[in-house]
């Protein structure tokens, strides 16, 4: 195979195989969770911790009880209060 791991000698087909192994070894963590930004080594860290947000809204608004399970979204909706 082309590409191989100067660190661990592991060999890839693809450049960006290797590029997403290579992350694994400089202690980078390629792969970050949308909703609420934290990041992971490895993707089935991330799925699993993905688990938490589905089917479960984490984040409810103490003004109106609207609930939300992205942090994002529920930002947004707190600014809706926020009178200036
Ligand atoms: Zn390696
Ligand atoms: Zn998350
Ligand atoms: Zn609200």
Known sequence: MPFTCETCGK???RGMSL???SLQHSGEKPFKCE???ERFQ???QLR???SIHIGH???MCQWCGK???MKQ???EHMKTHTVL
């Open 11 to 13: 060999s890839f087909k």
């Open 19 to 21: 590029k997403v192994h």
């Open 35 to 37: 909703n609420c930004n």
């Open 42 to 44: 490895y993707k089935y």
């Open 48 to 50: 699993s911790h993905m």
């Open 57 to 59: 809204k984490q984040f």
């Open 67 to 69: 609930d939300f399970n």
């Open 73 to 75: 979204y529920f930002d």
